[in-house]
């Protein structure tokens, strides 16, 4: 039995997410992803503007009447949601945690999915694999999947991309829309500044094999320090601290350029795999930059830029 504060941050978060859904992105959604195949639906008469190469000769012959036949989108997709909850995710100087962040959009793609009648499934991951549920439909399966998500406690702290792609695709042999969620600062050693990420040939295996879109979490202060002056810091995977002078400037300087070459090192990763990327802030723009990526993801299927 999940504690009372829980249960209620599920409730808050499902009614949260079920509103966004509802107002803003249940048809971005359903317009992103195309569906598996098309199925047959009926055969009815041409209309003027009717595509001639959807004419049922056989129908037709036997009538003396233009025929055609009609096909249906086959919408049912599966939808895997790997969700990074290692020690660095609870991080979160903005409006959240990068936790509470991947939480929120975990919830609203889940239910995009159920409410398109897809599948969706979850990945929790740290170094090893923490808790995996199936794909499923319906909202009790969405409501389980908020109580894992919010409520769950992982056993350990680091981080291991490799391990949790490496899963997805033996559990998942089917090609899946994947959402992988994490700040990718991936070890080992868990090294913040590292510009060398050492899951890359993970992940373009699963972006080969999977529809991967990385959504990035981060908060401002991975980025740059304001000059606060001698600040004690913690490695939340490691434990390991240390003692930073916010007020040279040069640490400052060396901190933001090792940043941008971290993150512009796994942008090229994700680029060269052709897989989306979505940055989701602690700010309070997630929703926002999710709706972003549908839009342009359905501008790509039409054949517009994007």
Same mark, same amino acid.
């Given at each position: 039995? %999940? ?37 047959? #639906? #009926?055969?009815?008469?041409? &209309? /003027?503007? +009717? ?47 990068? @936790? ?8 609203? %793609? ?7 009648? +897809?599948?969706?499934?979850?990945? *929790? ?13 319906? /909202?009790?399966?969405? %409501? ?16 291991? %991309? ?9 559990? =998942? ?20 500044? $590292?510009?060398? /990420? ?6 373009? @295996?699963? *972006? ?9 979490? $981060? ?20 434990? =390991? &601290? ?30 060269? *795999? ?17 709706? *972003?990526?549908?839009?342009?993801? +359905? ?8």
């Amino acid at each position: 039995m %999940l504690p009372a504060d829980v249960l209620r941050q599920v409730r808050r978060l499902h009614l949260r997410a079920r509103r966004v859904v509802q107002t803003l992105l249940g048809g971005e959604y359903h317009s992103a992803f195309k569906g598996a195949g098309l199925s047959f #639906e #009926e055969v009815r008469e041409y &209309q /003027p503007g +009717d595509d001639v190469r959807t004419i049922d000769w056989n129908v037709t012959a036997r009538t003396g009447q233009p025929f055609i036949k009609r096909f249906v989108e086959e919408r049912e997709l599966t939808m895997i949601l790997a969700v990074d909850v290692s020690g660095s995710q609870r991080f979160g100087t903005g409006q959240l945690s990068k @936790r509470a962040v991947a939480a929120e959009l975990a919830a609203l %793609l889940a239910l995009c999915a159920v409410s398109n009648n +897809d599948r969706v499934g979850l990945i *929790a991951f740290t170094d090893s694999i923490e808790r995996f549920v199936p794909p499923n439909k319906g /909202p009790r399966h969405v %409501l389980r999947l908020l109580r894992d998500i919010l409520a769950f406690e992982p056993q350990r702290l680091g981080t291991d %991309l490799s391990v949790a792609l490496d899963y997805l695709n033996k559990v =998942q042999r089917r090609r899946a829309i994947v959402f992988l969620v994490s700040d990718f600062l991936s070890g080992p050693p868990n090294d913040l500044t $590292s510009a060398t /990420p050492t899951f890359r040939d993970a992940f373009r @295996r699963a *972006a080969r094999k999977h529809d991967l879109i990385a959504v990035r979490t $981060s908060d401002p202060r991975e980025r740059e320090w304001p000059a606060v002056g001698l600040v004690r810091v913690e490695d939340a995977e490691t434990g =390991q &601290q240390a003692v930073i002078d916010t007020s040279s400037r040069a640490f400052r300087e060396g901190f933001a350029a090792r940043n941008r070459d971290r993150m512009a090192a796994f942008t090229r990763i994700a680029r060269g *795999a052709q897989a989306d990327l979505i940055e989701a802030g602690t700010d309070g723009t997630h929703f926002d930059a999710l709706l *972003a990526f549908f839009r342009k993801r +359905d501008r790509r299927r039409r054949g517009g830029h994007g």
